[in-house]
């Protein structure tokens, strides 16, 4: 029997460890080499002053070096329900269960990011964060 993967999504990510490690030589504040938990400060800094201006004062927030904007958008559901996924039933009865869910709310916050074409298949991320802080302040 064929097994399910149903967790493919987390092949797709990068760690900030696996960012950090070819370039770590590279990166010196007055001749001296940054460290592993310096660099993660630095990084979630800044990612937590972008889901702040984003998502708290909703402002448009512009990236450095032409990387684009990132704003939230409302826009309007355009079916009645959603399609869930039980990977709990599924792994029981070896396939796919799917439940349709259905749509509470006529709109919902969307997170954009306008980027130039060369960083198309980038994502946003900590996603995870920007999703409780949008379902928390609900208004754009």
């Known amino acids: 029997m064929k097994k399910l993967n149903l967790r493919t999504y987390k092949d797709k990510y990068k760690f900030i460890k696996d960012i950090y490690k070819p370039i770590r030589n590279e990166l010196r504040i007055n001749g001296k080499r940054i460290t592993y938990s310096i660099y993660f400060k630095v990084i979630t800094c800044f990612l937590e002053n972008i889901i702040h201006e984003v998502a708290v004062e909703k402002n448009k927030f512009v990236l450095p070096f032409s990387l684009g904007k990132m704003y939230i958008k409302k826009e309007v559901h355009k079916r009645p329900f959603h399609i869930?996924?039980?990977?709990?039933?599924?792994?029981?009865?070896?396939?796919?269960?799917?439940?349709?869910?259905?749509?509470?709310?006529?709109?919902?916050?969307?997170?954009?990011?306008?980027?130039?074409?060369?960083?198309?298949?980038?994502?946003?991320?900590?996603?995870?964060?920007?999703?409780?802080?949008?379902?928390?302040?609900?208004?754009?």
């Open 84 to 140: 869930q996924i039980d990977i709990q039933e599924s792994e029981k009865k070896g396939e796919l269960v799917k439940y349709k869910v259905p749509i509470v709310d006529d709109f919902y916050n969307k997170l954009v990011w306008e980027r130039p074409t060369t960083y198309k298949r980038y994502k946003i991320l900590p996603l995870n964060k920007f999703k409780k802080l949008i379902n928390k302040v609900k208004e754009y």
